[in-house]
C-alpha cells in the first residue's frame, strides 16, 4: 500500500506509483497525469491511495480452472470533492505471472463502480 499526498506541479507530466523502488511489486504501476492531479487537487494537493493485492490468484479460482488470474492487483483512489470523470487516460502496467504463446487471448478485468 502506498498514500500520498501529491503537490500539484507542473514540472512533470505525471505521477507514477509505486514511487520508490524498493517494493514487491515495482513492476506494477500505475500513471496518472498531472493534468488529472490538478483537477483533483484541494488546495493544491490531491491524495492518492494505491493499493496492491499480491497472491490473489490462490484466492480466487474458478472450479473448472478454465480461467485464473495472471497478475497482481492494483487498485487506485483519489481523494477529492471535485468527484467526476478524468480527463485524461491513465495508465497500469501490471507484471504477468506466465507468459503463453500468441494463441492464448488474455482478458483485462476490472470493476466499474458507476
Do not use: H
Not at 512533470?12 to 488529472?36: C, L, R
Not at 490462490?58 to 473448472?64: G, H, I, S
Not at 487471448?105 to 458507476?114: I, S, V
Amino acid at each position: 500500500m502506498e498514500v500520498s499526498a501529491v503537490n500539484v506541479t507542473r514540472d512533470k507530466p505525471a505521477v507514477t506509483y509505486p514511487s520508490y523502488e524498493n517494493q514487491k511489486w515495482k513492476d506494477d504501476q500505475i500513471t496518472i497525469p498531472m493534468e488529472d492531479i490538478e483537477a483533483l487537487s484541494e488546495g493544491g494537493i490531491t491524495k492518492v491511495v494505491v493499493f496492491v493485492y499480491l497472491n490473489m490468484d490462490e484466492l480466487m479460482t474458478t472450479k473448472r480452472n478454465t480461467s485464473f488470474i495472471n497478475s497482481n492487483i492494483l487498485s487506485t483512489s483519489i481523494k477529492s470533492a471535485n468527484s467526476g470523470s478524468l480527463r485524461k487516460a491513465v495508465t497500469f502496467t501490471l507484471r504477468l505471472f506466465q507468459v503463453f504463446s500468441e494463441s492464448v487471448m488474455p482478458t483485462c478485468a476490472y470493476w466499474d463502480f458507476r
